[in-house]
C-alpha cells in the first residue's frame, strides 16, 4: 500500500532482525541520510509526519550511544576508544555550513542539535594529545567527501554528491589532527584512497603494490558502501580516474574488517557470499615501534 506510513514498522522489522548481533557485540551506529526519511504520498502530504521523520527521533530514541560520556548530542556525534584506537563519529546530515536537505522532495534543512565543529576540534585535539596511550584515530561518517561519484576528471570534490560541503566543513580539522583513518559510506561501492589532503595524492611511504602505507601523510579515506540494500551496487557510465583513487569495487556485497595493534592497522574487504578478500591494506606507525623499544 503506497499510501501507508510504514517508517516505524521498518525500523522496528530491522532491529528484530539485528538482536542476535547486538547482544552479542557493541553495535556502533552513526546517522545517514535515511534517518530522516519521507516516501509515501502519506508523509509527503502531511506535515506533522515530515517533521516527525526529519527531527531523528526514530534514530535516536532506538540506540544510546556515548554521547553523555564525550560531550556529543544524542546518537548524532559522538566518540569512544576502543582499545587502541579513538573512533569519532560524526553527522554529515546536520548542523555544519550547507548541510544537505533531506531527500524526497521534502527539501528541508534539519538540524540544530548543536554546535558540532567546535566539538570535533575539542574531540580531535584531545585524541592527538593522547596518542601515547591511544594511538590511532578513525572518523566515522556517512556522506564521502571523496568519492568518484562526486568530484571532476582533477578529483576535486564537488556537489552532485554533497562531497564539496563535506570537504570544505570537516577536511581541514582531519588533517590539523592527523586523522588516521575515515570511514564513509552513502555511495554504494567501495572505494580506497591513496592518503590525500586538499584533492592530492601524498605518496610518502606508499608501497609499490599499494598494499602499505608507513607513515602516511594524511587521512586514508575507505568508502564501505557494499554492505547490501534494495537499491544495489552503484553502476558508473563515464568514472573519472582521480589521483587519489587506488580502486573502486562496485561487483561484491561484503563487509569491512579491521585489525588493530599499537603499531599497525589493517583494513580488509571480505565478499560476504564466498569469504574472498577482494582488498586488503595496511597503515604502519614504524616510529611508534621504534619508541617502544627504546
Known amino acids: 500500500n503506497v499510501f501507508g506510513f510504514y517508517y516505524e514498522q521498518v525500523y522496528n522489522k530491522f532491529m528484530n532482525s539485528m538482536t542476535n548481533v547486538m547482544r552479542q557485540m557493541a553495535y556502533m551506529v552513526l546517522v545517514g541520510n535515511h534517518e530522516a526519511e519521507c516516501h509515501s504520498p502519506t508523509c509527503l502530504l502531511s506535515k506533522s509526519k515530515k517533521d516527525q521523520l526529519g527531527n531523528y527521533s526514530a534514530f535516536n530514541s532506538r540506540f544510546r550511544m556515548p554521547s553523555v560520556e564525550s560531550g556529543g548530542v544524542l546518537n548524532m556525534w559522538y566518540s569512544y576508544e576502543y582499545g587502541t584506537v579513538h573512533f569519532t563519529t560524526l553527522s554529515t546530515e546536520t548542523d555544519y555550513p550547507n548541510a ?16 558540532q565543529l567546535a566539538w570535533l576540534e575539542e574531540d ?16 566515522g561518517m556517512h556522506r564521502p567527501m571523496y568519492t568518484i561519484r562526486s568530484c571532476g576528471p582533477d578529483g576535486v570534490p564537488n556537489n552532485d554528491y554533497e562531497a564539496r560541503n563535506v570537504q570544505e566543513a570537516f577536511e581541514e580539522l582531519f588533517i590539523k589532527y592527523k586523522v588516521d583513518l575515515v570511514l564513509q559510506g552513502h555511495v554504494h561501492t567501495y572505494e580506497r584512497l591513496y592518503p590525500t589532503a586538499n584533492n592530492s595524492a601524498i605518496m610518502d611511504g606508499v608501497s609499490r603494490d599499494n598494499k602499505t602505507y608507513e607513515n602516511p601523510q594524511a587521512p586514508v579515506y575507505v568508502i564501505t558502501g557494499t554492505a547490501g540494500g534494495p537499491e544495489g551496487l552503484f553502476v558508473y557510465q563515464d568514472p573519472p580516474s582521480p589521483e587519489w583513487l587506488v580502486l573502486m569495487d562496485n561487483k561484491h556485497f561484503s563487509i569491512t574488517r579491521l585489525s588493530v595493534t599499537p603499531t599497525n592497522l ?3 574487504k571480505i565478499e560476504s557470499a ?7 591494506f595496511s597503515i604502519i606507525k614504524s616510529s611508534a615501534t621504534q619508541d617502544s623499544t627504546q
Do not use: C, M, Q
Open 124 to 139: 580531535l585535539k584531545a585524541a592527538d594529545a593522547n596518542r601515547d596511550n591511544v594511538p590511532w584515530i578513525i572518523v
Open 274 to 280: 564466498t569469504g574472498i578478500i577482494h582488498d586488503e
Open 100 to 115: 544537505p536537505s533531506n531527500a524526497y522532495f521534502t527539501k528541508r534543512v534539519y538540524g540544530g542539535f548543536g554546535d
Open 266 to 268: 589493517t583494513l580488509a
